[in-house]
């Protein structure tokens, strides 16, 4: 039998986010509705869908050779010394920011502080978490786990939450005010140690990375390429930004060169018009799907 890998992909929240970035990076996967197994356009691959907080456990048995998941379920799993990080991902369902896992009580609420939480009563996902740094506080609570809508439980049914947030929007529409941060996660791609360690699939899952980063770097970013009169070149360049240095290439007409670069997006209509007052024309934008340093 040929040799594969058995990754698994995130499943809920950051299962759309996860199939657009493999996407980019050239890997077609398709989700099927009913099935936990995603097709992957690589027959060296077999993809199985599990939940971001059940991920490195199953990595760390052995069940999947790598997944994807975030550096808190790692935590939250007490799965550090069991599985092997390769790389750090920052993608997520809405931005690419770290998530942050903070404590959080109603505006109104009397507690400012760690020692405020004596004896209280904390609804959160990450029990462990939690536990560990109110025993890094010297402090005792009942810390209850939180199926979901975490955020509707103060004051009523939990004195404070420990919960994630990219934006902090839903904490604020929940009227609710952090207290303090316990955690920053980004995601992470890791393997169980005798993958990692195996020659085959560890070049799998090198090139597998190498491609998502390429992805990742290109988010953001398109490339420009424009011709320029060689006497404007000095005050084209002296306009535009670039990644490294622009690409500057001969055209058949001596008088002239093609001038190459990327450039975060966002900047492209602010630079246009400079550009072509500095004497470039013929200005083609065109999208990346990968930078590869």
């Given at each position: ?69 975030g550096h808190d379920w790692i935590v939250e799993n007490d799965a550090q010394d069991g599985v092997v990080e390769l790389a750090e ?205």
């Amino acid at each position: 039998m040929d040799q594969q890998l058995k990754l698994g992909l995130p499943a809920g929240s950051l299962q759309d986010a996860t199939g657009e970035l493999f996407r980019k990076a050239g890997y077609k996967v398709t989700f099927a509705s009913r099935s936990y197994y995603p097709a992957i356009d690589d027959p060296e691959m077999h993809c199985t869908l599990i939940r971001a907080q059940e991920m490195a456990r199953y990595v760390r048995d052995g069940s999947l050779d790598c997944g994807l998941t975030g550096h808190d379920w790692i935590v939250e799993n007490d799965a550090q010394d069991g599985v092997v990080e390769l790389a750090e991902l920052v993608f997520s369902k809405v931005s690419r920011r770290p998530v942050r896992w903070v404590l959080a009580v109603p505006a109104d609420s009397p507690i400012r502080g760690p020692q405020d939480l004596q004896g209280k009563r904390i609804a959160t996902e990450v029990v462990n978490i939690t536990r560990k740094w109110l025993a890094s506080h010297g402090v005792t609570a009942n810390v209850e786990f939180s199926w979901g809508a975490t955020e509707v439980k103060p004051p009523r049914l939990a004195d404070a939450i420990v919960e994630v947030t990219e934006t902090g929007s839903s904490l604020r529409a929940n009227n609710l005010r952090i207290v303090a941060d316990l955690l920053t996660s980004t995601t992470r791609f890791i393997a169980h140690p005798a993958a990692a360690a195996d020659p085959w699939k560890r070049r799998k899952m090198d090139d597998l990375i190498l491609m998502l980063k390429g992805a990742m770097a290109a988010e953001g970013k398109v490339g420009l390429m424009m011709n320029v009169r060689k006497t404007d070149l000095a005050a084209v360049l002296a306009v535009l930004p670039a990644l490294q240095k622009p690409t500057i290439s001969g055209l058949s007409d001596p008088d002239w060169a093609d001038v190459m670069t990327i450039l975060a997006e966002d900047t492209v209509r602010h630079l246009v018009p400079k550009l072509k007052a500095a004497g470039a024309c013929g200005i083609v934008e065109y999208p990346l799907n990968k930078i590869i340093d």
